[in-house]
């Protein structure tokens, strides 16, 4: 079965420190892989995604993710964290097909300590 | 370009009432999703609509859920009669196809009394 998992309920840095957020997925084809942010009260936004190709893709607010097949995982990194990025996080896989069902992770929380 | 519109933002009702959400998304987005987000999780999906018709309804609780789109545009989402563990956010997302990334609404918040 497609599933995804955040190990990190809960993560505190420090404003300026480096930022990695940890996803893993169970899939059986070439999966299609999504991070999005929510803040509260609001609706998710769409940082990056990976169809295909390059395994390092660039999204928006300077975050990144790298695609690494032999590990399942698809884990986003931000080099140096801003107070405004304290949010939850979404990692989701969506199938190949054409359904365009996405499976969501269970979210990592930020909190951004000054 | 204009988001995805949702109303209300919030709802309060007591348990077997009925409830209905509203959702206008992205002009020229094909396909819609509802989405049931309970606190603490991820969102998931409830139904997927390739204009007016479903394309996915596989965990909708369909004795007490129905969601329709008449004429591919808006959506509407009830539920009837509530139950406690129906408290949760209720995100609309849109997409020009489906597969192609998701833009969500800002969801409503429904509290059961």
């Known amino acids: 079965a497609q599933s995804v998992t955040q190990p990190d309920i809960h993560i505190t840095v420090s404003e300026g420190a480096s930022l990695e957020l940890r996803c893993n997925y169970s899939?059986?084809?070439?999966?299609?892989l999504f991070w999005y942010v929510q803040s509260p009260g609001q609706g998710l936004q769409l940082l990056l995604k990976?169809?295909?190709?390059?395994?390092l893709v660039q999204g928006i607010k300077g975050f990144e993710a790298e695609f690494k097949r032999s590990q399942s995982s698809f884990n986003l990194r931000k080099p140096s964290v801003h107070w405004s990025d304290a949010a939850e996080y979404f990692c989701a896989v969506g199938p190949s097909g054409n359904t365009g069902k996405l499976i969501f992770g269970q979210g990592t929380t930020l909190q951004v300590k000054p | 370009e204009a988001g995805v519109a949702q109303s209300p933002r919030y709802k309060i009702i007591e348990k077997r009432q009925s409830v209905a959400f509203w959702c206008n998304p992205i002009s020229g987005h094909a396909t819609l999703y509802w989405y049931q987000q309970i606190l603490g999780q991820g969102p998931k999906l409830l139904i997927q609509f390739q204009n007016n018709g479903v394309v996915d309804d596989s965990q909708l609780p369909k004795d007490r859920f129905s969601a329709e789109r008449l004429k591919g545009v808006d959506s509407t989402l009830k539920i009837q009669p509530a139950k406690l563990e129906d408290s949760a956010v209720y995100l609309c997302?849109?997409?020009?196809?489906?597969?192609?990334?998701?833009?969500f609404g800002d969801g409503t918040r429904l509290s059961i009394l």
């Open positions: 997302a849109s997409s020009l196809a489906a597969g192609q990334p998701q833009h």
């Open positions: 990976y169809f295909s190709g390059d395994t």
């Open positions: 899939y059986g084809a070439t999966p299609y």
